[in-house]
Each structure stands twice: as C-alpha cells, then as structure tokens.
C-alpha cells in the first residue's frame, strides 16, 4: 500500500517569505496527487491536483503554485507568503482509476507571522 | 455543481451510538466514504461503501445509504473518548472519479 510523506510537519515563516512544501509518495505509480488546505477548524479547500509530470489544475486563483517535477514528488511554494496562507497542508494520493481511493499524508502545518 | 453536507458538531456519552450523517448532491459517485482526522493529523480512510448497496458493517462501524434521498451516515456503536475526532463524508463523482468532494466535517466530542 502506499506511504505519503511531507515535510516540514511544522513551518513558521514571516510575511513576504518564499514557501516551499514537498509531498513524496511510496508503493504505487502514476497517482493522481492533490494539495489541500485545511483553515483552523474549517473542512477541506482542494488546491491543486495532478494526473502526470508536469500537469497541474488548480482549483482557486491563490498565491500558491504547485509542481510535479517526478511522478511521485508533489510540490506547494509561494514567492511571497500571505497571514491568510496559514493553514494546515494535507497532500494525498489516489490511484487513476475511477474507483481508487484517495489517501492523505500526515499534513504540513504553515503559520504566517 | 457538486455539494456535501454535514452538520459541524456531535456530542455523545461514552458507551453511547454516535450517528453521523451527510448528504451529497453528485448521483454519479461510485463511491462514498467516511474519513477521520484526529487533532494535528492527515485524514484517515475509515470506510467506504458502494453505491449500489444500502448498508455495510465493519466491526462498531455501520454505514447507511439512502441512494434516492442521497443520504449517508456513520454510526459508531459503543462510542470511545477514542473516537473523538473530525469525521469527513466525502463522495468521488466529480471529474470522472479524478477528484473528491468532502463535507465540511463533523466534529464528534465524547462526554466521559
């Protein structure tokens, strides 16, 4: 089965700062992979979501970008963070058929100062 | 457009049933499911049941699908402080299955 790692688990960063988050996926290939955020007691917000290398959707206009530079590597940044950028960042992976399930990292938690 | 609901906040005394319950709007999910997120954590596949069944039972787990009414729910049999948590219904109908769409969670409290 597959395993989600992201990192940092905890981020602390000033206003205007540069944001670089990164999602790796284990046992399975070709997932479809997804970045979410979580506000403080509030339900899922879907990002960004990917089917290959290099193809990305976005769901919101935000200050956020994300990128798919291998098939298993999924990445959030920014160039310059926002207070309302804080949040909790829960990357997941599904397989690309239409019944798999979707599966959720452990989450980044980002605090915009 | 696609749309899930739940109610935010559920309180029970342990040893108690908890029911959770959702309503989706996509008739074309083939799937639902129910996640659950404990404090500071990813969310956690509890279960998932088939569009074309009405009832599925795992251990103190029991889903409940009103298919025309498009209605879920979660009870917990024998409620433990251990289950308290945020439990997400989340159906799989939008983009051909490629994305999900979740409520805005349920957060269960269990009085000792």
């Known amino acids: 089965s597959q395993t989600i790692h992201q990192w940092p688990a905890t981020l602390v960063q000033p206003v205007g700062s540069p944001l670089s988050l990164e999602c790796t996926v284990e046992g399975t290939s070709n997932p479809n992979l997804y970045w979410y955020r979580q506000a403080a007691g509030r339900g899922l917000q879907l990002l960004f979501y990917s089917v290959g290398i290099g193809q990305i959707s976005s769901e919101v206009p935000q200050n956020l970008s994300a990128s798919r530079p291998q098939d298993r590597q999924f990445i959030l940044s920014s160039k310059k963070l926002l207070l309302s950028d804080s949040g909790f960042y829960l990357c997941?992976?599904?397989?690309?058929?239409?019944?798999?399930?979707?599966?959720f990292g452990p989450g980044t938690r980002l605090t915009v100062l | 457009g696609e749309d899930v609901e739940q109610s935010l906040f559920l309180s029970v005394r342990e040893g108690d049933s908890s029911v959770i319950n959702c309503t989706y709007t996509d008739s074309s999910s083939t799937y639902l499911y129910w996640y659950k997120q404990e404090p500071g954590a990813g969310l956690q596949l509890l279960t998932y049941i088939f569009s074309n069944m009405d009832m599925k039972q795992d251990q103190r787990l029991t889903v409940l699908l009103n298919k025309k009414d498009k209605h879920l729910s979660l009870r917990i049999a024998d409620t433990q402080t251990g289950d308290s948590a945020i439990y997400f219904c989340?159906?799989?109908?939008?983009?051909?299955?490629?994305?999900?769409?979740f409520g805005p969670g349920t957060r269960l409290s269990v009085l000792p």
């Open positions: 989340a159906e799989s109908g939008k983009n051909n299955g490629q994305n999900f769409v």
């Open positions: 997941a992976c599904k397989g690309q058929g239409k019944t798999d399930t979707q599966y």
